[in-house]
């Protein structure tokens, strides 16, 4: 070796051990499954106005709705049904309704389903959900030329939890 090259090998023995600590950092965060991005975050950034205008039919319709999530069982299959309302509260039936539905502990795993009607205004899927607590629910519901979009937060508990909770009065 000649005399000299010892701080030029040094500097880029650094340099690489740089890059591979980065590159295993990027992967350590890529793989956590409680970190999450908003999915198609700049589209929905860049139609901010449509989304706004989105907020101002579904306040205009004056329709409402309801989540909720059965107790989570042993089989990993759980129902999520919606209950929509049009503007007189009364039951809306034919929609077309679609959810997608997130854990907030482990936002960056997404559920989604076509829900199919029930019963009058009753809209429900059965969904892989098995974990307790906090679910996003979004909901996108379609009747005729009309829709309506809008969000909710949902607490799902086992059916373990569920029955061994005491009876409050």
């Known amino acids: 070796m000649k005399a000299g090259m010892g701080w030029p090998i040094g500097v880029a023995t650094i340099l690489a051990c740089t890059v ?17 991005v908003e999915p198609d ?3 929905k950034a860049v139609h901010f106005d449509s989304t706004m205008a989105q907020e101002r039919q579904n306040l205009s319709l004056g329709w409402g709705f309801d989540a909720a999530i059965d107790s ?17 509260q ?23 389903a076509l829900l ?3 019963g009058p ?10 974990h307790s607590g906090e679910w996003e629910v979004r909901v996108d519901a379609t009747h005729g030329s009309q829709r309506f ?13 569920a029955a061994s909770e005491p009876a409050r009065r």
């Open 149 to 161: 979009s809008t969000s909710a937060r949902v607490t799902a508990v086992h059916a373990l939890a």
């Open 20 to 36: 591979a600590a980065n590159v295993v950092v990027m992967r350590i965060a890529s793989d956590d499954p409680s970190f999450a």
């Open 72 to 88: 989570i069982g042993t089989s990993g299959r759980t129902r999520l049904a919606v209950r929509l309302r049009d503007a007189s």
């Open 121 to 130: 205004g009753v809209y429900a899927a059965t969904l892989p959900i098995t």
């Open 41 to 43: 975050y700049y589209r």
């Open 90 to 112: 009364a039951p809306l039936t034919g929609a077309r309704v679609a959810v997608m539905a997130r854990f907030n502990a482990r936002a960056n795993d997404t559920l989604t």
């Open 116 to 118: 199919t009607e029930e």
